[in-house]
Antibody, heavy 120, light 107 residues
């Protein structure tokens, strides 16, 4: 059974940092691209960042470029999102999602999400 | 950037109805389009990829069509479990843009 489990969310003050993690099982992690997608409460989906199987291709949405860093540890079946200089408009549920295969493929499995709230 | 526009934003229908949701891309994305279903409090679920390919395990009442800039998701006979929000997504380029969503409500 494929599972993606996010953690690391919580309440954080503006301009502070937070690191999200996503541990996966049930598939060969090192074979696939992975992504972070967020959803502000009551709003639509916004892709945040993606990383290829070997970390050789990393891409970001303009809204987070320069502030967020995606990474992965294939030995630990884990995906990460380091979020710096957080702003109120970063408040959202953050989902990790598995690409079907390479970078330019849709997302066939998602975690349950972790809520990040940026507020003073 | 590629913009994705869905219509309608909200759709009311009866169980048993056939419904269609439209997604338009601001430039051609060939067939690099996916459809997702999301229920309240849950993660999105992939329904359709490559514009018309049904994801494994998805009921055959769901179908997708289109290419280039105009795409549709159809549900042939609505079931109570189908009332949810639907999103299209382009994966032609690395910005993976989603449409704004279509909320399908029970009439």
């Amino acid at each position: 059974e494929v599972q993606l489990v996010e953690s690391g969310g919580g309440l954080v003050q503006p301009d502070r940092s937070l690191r999200l993690s996503c541990v996966v099982s049930g598939f060969i992690f090192e074979d696939v691209a992975m992504h972070w997608v967020r959803q502000a409460p009551g709003k639509g989906l916004e892709w945040v960042s993606g990383i290829s199987w070997n970390s050789g291709n990393i891409v970001y949405a303009d809204s987070v470029k320069g502030r967020f860093t995606i990474s992965r540890d294939n030995a630990k079946n884990s995906l990460y999102l380091q979020m710096n200089s957080l702003r109120a408009d970063d408040t959202a549920f953050y989902y990790c999602a598995k690409g079907i295969f390479g970078m330019l493929t849709p997302f066939d499995y998602w975690g349950q999400g972790t809520l990040v709230t940026v507020s003073s | 950037d590629i913009q994705m526009t869905q219509s309608p934003s909200t759709l009311s229908a009866y169980v048993g109805d056939r419904v269609t949701i439209t997604c338009r891309a601001s430039q051609s994305i060939s067939s690099f389009l996916a459809w997702y279903q999301q229920k309240p409090g849950k993660a999105p679920k992939l329904l359709i990829y490559k514009a018309s390919s049904l994801e494994s395990g998805v009921p055959s009442r769901f179908s997708g069509s289109g290419s280039g800039t105009e795409f549709t998701l159809s549900i042939s006979s609505l079931q109570p479990d189908d009332f949810a929000t639907y999103y299209c997504q382009q994966y032609k380029n690395y910005l993976y843009t989603f449409g704004q969503g279509t909320k399908l409500e029970i009439k």
